[in-house]
C-alpha cells in the first residue's frame, strides 16, 4: 500500500545521491503523489538502473506532477505508463509539449541503438532492446493534463498545488504544494538570475518542507558574461582555420547559444559569414516551440527571428557528413549536451582528433559521461564502441549553465519570509551536498537532510 495511515512520507526512487533519474514520491492518507518521472544518465552503471524495476507498485501511484521537460525529470513516464500507471500526468503547456517531443526522440533513439548494436553485435544484452519505443511514448501522452503556472489545482480534500516559475527551462516550475495544512516545496531544478532568455526564479513566501536540487550546491559560475568568452575563444579557433563543436541540449541551451552567435555575429565579434549550424531537428523544434510561447520567456519575437537569420539549421542526418567535411571552418551546435549520444558523436569522432578544432562545454557534465571525462582532460572517447583521440582544445563556459550556482540558489533561499522548517537536499553528487548542507546550516540556520536514496523519510504525523 502506498497510502498512508495517518502520516506523509516521501520517498527517493532517483536522484537522491546523482543529478538523474529524479523522481520523488509523497506518499499521504489521501493520495500517492510523483513528482518527476526521470530516466537516469550517464555511467553505466546508472544507465543499467534504468532496468531495473521500480520499488513500488505503480498502479497504486495515484498522480504524477512533471517540473519540466528535461531527461532525467520526464524520461521514465514510457515506461511508468506502460508498467500500469493509471493517473494523470500534470505539467505547464510548454513542459507538455517539450516533454513529448523529448521523449518521442529519446525513444527513436533507443530504438536505434539498439538496432545499431544488434548490427554491430557490441551489445552487452543479445538481442539489445529499447527501454521503450516510440510508440509506448505516444500511449503516454495521453495522461498529459496542462495546468498555467500560479492556478492552484486541488488534487484531493487536502492536497493541492501551483506550480511556480522557476527560470530553469522554458515551462519549468517549482511544485507549491499545500498538504494536510503544511506547505511542501518541490524545486525541480532552479534557474539563473539575469539569464536574459527567462524570468528570474519567483520567490515562494513560505514552505515547511523544501525538497531542493543541489547540482552546483558547491560552486559558483563564472561571472563573466558568457558572450565574451564565447566570442574570444570561437574567433581564435575560426582564426587558426579550427571547427567549434558547443554539445547543447537541445532543449534550453541550444537557443540561449543560438541567440548569442547570432548577437556575436551582428556584432561583428566573429566574422560577420561564419556558418552558424543547429544540427539537431529536436533544437529547430524546440525553437518553435519558442515562438509558441511568448509569455514563458524573454527573448523578443525580432530576436527569434534574428537567430532563425543567422543559424542554419540542419533537419537532415545525411546532411551531418556534409557539414563534417565542409572545408570552411564554422560553429555547430548540436545535442546531447553530456555527450552521451546524438549527432554531436559523430562530430567529435571526426573533429575530435585535429588539435585545431575547439570543443565548448556549455551546462553540467554529469559523472560517467563523454563530457566529463573530457572537461576532466581525458585525451580519448568511446564513439559508438570505437575508442578515438581528441586532441582538440576542450573549453568549457560555466556561465551559461541552466542551473543557479550555489550563490543564486542562496539568493531564491533568502527569498522565503517564512524560513523552511527542513531542507532535503536531491539531485546532486555527494560531495556537493556536504557542501551546500553546511553552507545553507551555517548561513540560514535552516536544518538540512540529504535525502536518503530508496528510504522512506517521514515529514509529518497528521
Ligand atoms: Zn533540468
Redesign the pocket.
Known sequence: MLKTQGEVIVESLGAAETVTGSKHLLRTPELAVLIDCGLFQGHKELRQRNWAKLPVDVSEIDVMVLT?A?L??CGYIPLLVKSGYKGKIYCTPPTKDLAQMILLDSAKIQEEDAERANIGKYASHDPALPLYTVDDAQKSFESFVTIDHNVITKLSNNISFQFIRNG??LG?CFVDMVCFGKKIVFS??IGRYNSGFLANPEFIDAADFLFLESTYGDRLHDKEDPSVPLGKDIGATLARSGNVLIPAFAVGRAQEVMKILSELEEAGTIPANTPIYLDSPMAAKATDILSRYSDWHIISADMIERMHKNVIVSQDFGETHKIIFDKHPKVVIASSGMLTGGRVLEYLKFWGPNANNTILLMGYQGEGTTGRDLEDGKKEAKVHGQWITVNAQVLQISGLS??GDQGEMMQWLNGFKTKPQKIFLIHGEEGSMEVFKQKIETDLHITVQIMPPAEPVQLFKI
Open positions: 519540466h528535461h532525467d525529470h530553469h527551462i519549468s525541480g531544478d541552466a542551473h
